[in-house]
């Protein structure tokens, strides 16, 4: 969790063309980024919140799955690593105790060739924000090109079913004549967003966390199953719930 670590340079995203760059610097780490896109994607920025005074919440899918190489230098260790990874956007101006959210589903899962993105936003009001971006990489081999993959197909949605289950930590995603299962390996984090150790000053953590609903967050490495016609494909998710307690 870099929150949990002070920073003292943080670099926007640097797009290279449909690849990205990424570095967040510490006082004992370093971290770099580069993403290689798996093809491009229809997904517009949306607009899932906007106020009378011209605050908003937006969303954008940068990359529904790109091949990821970084490094990370703590203290005197240096690792690397490399594999498959995602990319979106969130840009939020809403002062959070105006954020009129009362629950936030997100989740993506790479199986094969496949991979789904979702998103599930339940507002205050009993409004609902809903988008689901299914795409198919479509070069054979996986072999890549400088910009990644030159033939990808991606289809969104705003049609689909979302079931979760917290006594198995597994949810279930229904679209078009297909469905997804993601369930629990490992928990990333099961805890509220306010904590000391991403925001230091005791009574800044109080004042938020009585405005701002107190939010939630348990998230979850898992293993993916998609079936598709009848057909199984396996693979690796990501997956997450955020409650607000108004």
Avoid at 189 to 200: G, N, S, W
Wanted: glycine share 6%; net charge neutral; hydrophobic share 35%.
């Amino acid at each position: 969790d870099l929150h949990s670590f002070p920073t003292r340079r943080y670099s926007d995203l640097l797009n290279l063309g449909n690849n990205y760059t990424l570095n967040i610097e510490g006082d004992n780490f370093e971290v770099s980024f580069s993403f290689i896109s798996i093809g491009t994607t229809n997904f517009e920025d949306e607009l899932i919140f906007s106020d009378p005074h011209k605050n908003f919440l937006t969303w954008k899918l940068l990359q529904p799955k790109a091949r990821v190489k970084g490094k990370i230098h703590f203290n005197t260790a240096n690792y690397s690593f490399e594999g498959m990874g995602y990319q979106d956007l969130v840009e939020l101006t809403v002062p959070p105790w105006n954020l009129p959210i009362e629950e936030l589903q997100w989740g993506r899962a790479h199986c094969n060739k496949y991979t789904v993105v979702y998103d599930l936003v339940k507002f205050k009001s009993g409004n609902k924000y809903k988008k689901l971006s299914f795409t198919i990489d479509k070069l054979e081999n996986n072999l890549l090109n400088e910009n990644g993959y030159n033939k990808y197909e991606s289809v969104t949605t705003d049609n689909f079913e979302i079931i979760y289950r917290p006594d198995k930590k597994e949810t279930e995603v229904k679209f078009q004549d297909s469905k997804l299962i993601l369930t629990k390996l490992k928990t990333l984090t099961e805890k509220d967003v306010i904590t000391d150790e991403r925001i230091k000053p005791k009574f800044l953590r109080k004042l938020l966390s009585s405005c701002s609903g107190n939010p939630y967050e348990s998230k979850y490495f898992g293993k993916a199953l998609l079936t598709i016609n009848g057909n199984y494909f396996e693979g690796s998710s990501i997956f997450e719930i955020v409650k607000w307690n108004w």
